[in-house]
């Protein structure tokens, strides 16, 4: 580094020192003799560089002279902490915790090697009337990720690597040495190692080969690297989980309520592997019926702290890809040990309702049972029972079916919202690429399931919610969900009126109400998925937390995630502390569990998000060999460069880039989601039909062009 270079940084560095004082001292007026003694500076030399750097930060606008040689700061708050949002051309805006201040904007040469999602101090510009809040980051305080997937390029001395991710603007130096076996075009998870002071390029190194671009498997097990989770599970996990006895002993069985005399049976999809909850039935003599909700006892075989229990909260979900699932534990546990599996004994967690005939609650109870299922439906085969009235268990399935509409039917009118999203299923062949798309239907078979699940979810979270008063009160984890703000709701609200609806924004309950008659009315039409998907925007997203809030989609005052131990680890710590307290145990640490909930928060995102990845990447793909063919869809999204178009046959997106569109130029009118022709004055709106040609597939970017067909 040159002596000109090492001055800057010294320089650099010595103003946010310098700039801290001032915040340090409550912003109190300070001449550069005061602000030497508090950075306990004494050298003629640096005292001097201290009373250049007072002016010309003042000459900046960061600090202000309020007296000869006194200076103050001119805005308080000049350093600020957030998270990096990459942008296409390489610059970046800082987004901050507090939901109610400006992004900071700052340019590609100001970053200091930050990357997407990296948490970085920031220093603040004075602003300019008018202009936009700028910055320029001090300090990366921490990485987002250090891995990526890309593709290898080798040449004789060295190689490279290129990111996948469009966002990762810098390619990634790998020394020969370091290519773990990679050859030149080969798709691999490479990790940076080392990022030298003044280098535009990280060094990093091959961690894993996937394998050659383009082939099914290596494509879906790049987009899991992608999001960071594991390919396999660690030997150790595995051997812990080998270990497991598999016999119920009469002691175990004894210590539990035993159902297996009682009518039980799974309903799943008819490709599922494992089970984690079953439903018993029985008619009282009171002519009331017993419910039971029997939840897989996960928490029985994994215990805190051991590596399996690490690995599953590591892992915090299973994420589920168009072609495969990664499980959150070992196969012997979710396919085995804990999957109630029919005509097997199985230790379980439950929930006991006794109903009456209008599926009001008259009592309850909870806590481990001992299972026997009698029956493996899939959820096709109770839909017959449903429709014929007549099959295998066919009374006590028709009993429950009306029950749980009576519960569906209360839900509603208590302000609940129905979100009937459609979700998009790939027939594959047996090399993975898809041959067909279909849309998955939602019968009274799921929502029979879906209704008693939330039931036992529901009432577990008001059960604990009611243990303790105040600041006495039990720590649980729940499933929350904030109501949407104002402004979002408001502006879904005026692009539903387009389409003849309106949304009573009165109360949370007229919103639920008129929200619902359009979910309603809306389903099988063209715009259902443009506007399902637009409404769910305008809401918040539910999160897990300690906090004993209220579930504003489903209208519960409390709720909670007890029912998927075997897929999601919060149901693990909710079966954990229902069990300790249903046992007389103390209030567990808070502060412990905000923190785990926050990472399943975190992770059930990031599964989402690669499941969203696997489905665009099979999109792409089934569109690849059909470059000319035209379709007819509806305008899904708007943007200033583009417009997104969602085929309505087989609901593949692709965007439609506004500098091809030939006739005009097209500009956003992001308030009316809208692109408008500037001479003709031809709109095009969000939810229009429009007649598209399949231009371009890219795959590596799962991306699809569309070129519009014009009248």
Request: proline letters at 3%; aromatic letters at 10%.
């Amino acid at each position: 580094m040159s002596k000109k270079k090492s001055n800057s940084s010294i320089k650099l560095v010595l103003t946010q020192l310098v700039l801290d004082i001032f915040e340090q001292s409550g912003n109190a007026p300070l001449n550069y003799k005061q602000v030497s003694a508090k950075l306990n500076v004494r050298d003629p030399e640096s005292r001097e560089t201290i009373l250049e750097i007072l002016k010309e930060e003042a000459q900046k606008g960061t600090l202000k002279e309020v007296s000869h040689g006194k200076f103050q700061l001119r805005e308080l708050k000049t350093f600020i902490e957030g998270v990096v949002d990459m942008t296409n051309d390489g610059s970046a805006y800082i987004v901050t915790d507090d939901p109610d201040e400006t992004d900071i904007y700052v340019a590609p040469r100001k970053l200091r090697n930050a990357l997407n999602g990296d948490r970085v101090k920031v220093y603040v510009y004075a602003k300019s009337k008018g202009q936009r809040q700028e910055g320029e980051v001090i300090e990366i305080l921490q990485r987002f990720k250090m891995e990526f997937t890309g593709i290898v390029k080798v040449s004789e001395r060295f190689a490279f690597f290129i990111p996948d991710d469009r966002k990762m603007m810098h390619d990634i130096f790998i020394p020969l040495s370091d290519l773990n076996g990679a050859k030149n075009g080969i798709k691999a998870v490479a990790e940076i190692t080392d990022w030298p002071a003044g280098a535009k390029n990280p060094i990093g190194r091959i961690k894993n080969v996937l394998g050659v671009q383009g082939e099914n498997d290596t494509e879906m097990n790049a987009i899991l690297a992608e999001y960071g989770f594991p390919l396999s599970f660690p030997k150790e996990v595995e051997h812990e989980s080998e270990e497991i006895p598999d016999i119920i002993t009469k002691e175990e069985i004894a210590r539990r309520r035993d159902f297996r005399e009682v009518l039980t049976f799974t309903i799943d999809p008819f490709d599922a592997k494992d089970f984690d909850d079953a439903i018993s039935f029985k008619n009282l003599p009171n002519g009331n019926y017993e419910v039971g909700v029997h939840i897989a006892d996960v928490s029985h075989y994994i215990q805190p702290d051991s590596a399996l229990d690490k690995e599953a909260l590591e892992r915090a979900t299973s994420v589920y890809l168009v072609d495969r699932v990664i499980p959150m534990l070992p196969e012997r546990l979710s396919n085995g040990l804990c999957s109630l599996r029919p005509k097997e004994d199985k230790l379980c967690f439950a929930a006991v309702f006794e109903l009456d005939e209008d599926a009001h609650v008259v009592n309850e109870w909870f806590g481990k049972t001992v299972i026997h299922s009698d029956r493996r439906f899939a959820y096709e085969e109770v839909q017959q029972i449903i429709e014929d009235k007549a099959g295998e268990f066919a009374g006590e399935i028709l009993k429950l079916n009306a029950l749980a509409y009576k519960l569906r039917e209360r839900k509603f009118k208590n302000g609940a919202i129905s979100f009937e999203t459609t979700e998009v299923k790939f027939k594959l062949d047996e090399r993975g690429k898809p041959i067909g798309v279909y849309i998955k239907e939602r019968k009274d078979a799921h929502k029979l399931i879906e209704d008693f699940m939330l039931l036992a979810n529901r009432k577990v979270a008001e059960y604990v919610s009611k243990m303790g008063k105040g600041k006495h009160k039990y720590t649980f984890v729940y499933r929350t969900h904030d109501s949407p703000k104002a402004d979002s709701l408001a502006s879904f609200a005026q692009f539903a009126a387009r389409f003849g609806y309106r949304i009573n924004m009165k109360s949370d309950k007229e919103i639920a109400k008129s929200l619902n008659f359009l979910m309603e009315d809306v389903e099988g039409k063209k715009e259902q998925n443009v506007l399902t998907q637009l409404a769910i925007r305008s809401m918040a997203k539910a999160i897990y937390t300690t906090k004993s809030t209220s579930h504003y989609g489903l209208a519960f005052d409390h709720y909670t995630h007890f029912t998927s131990p075997i897929r999601r680890y919060p149901d693990v710590m909710v079966h954990r502390l229902l069990f300790h307290y249903l046992n007389n145990g103390q209030s567990a640490n808070e502060a412990y569990y905000e923190k785990l909930c926050q990472h399943c928060s975190q992770m059930e995102k990031k599964a989402a998000d690669a499941e969203r990845a696997s489905v665009k990447y099979k999109q792409a793909e089934f569109l690849r060999d059909q470059i000319g063919s035209i379709y007819t869809g509806i305008i899904s999204g708007v943007t200033e460069w583009g417009m997104y178009v969602e085929i309505i046959e087989n609901k593949c997106e692709g965007m439609i880039r506004l500098r091809e569109i030939a006739d005009d130029f097209y500009t956003l009118d992001e308030k009316n989601y809208a692109i408008i022709g500037q001479r003709k004055k031809k709109i095009y709106r969000l939810g229009d039909e429009v007649k598209i040609k399949v231009k371009n597939v890219d795959l590596t970017k799962k991306q699809i062009d569309f070129s519009l067909i014009q009248d």
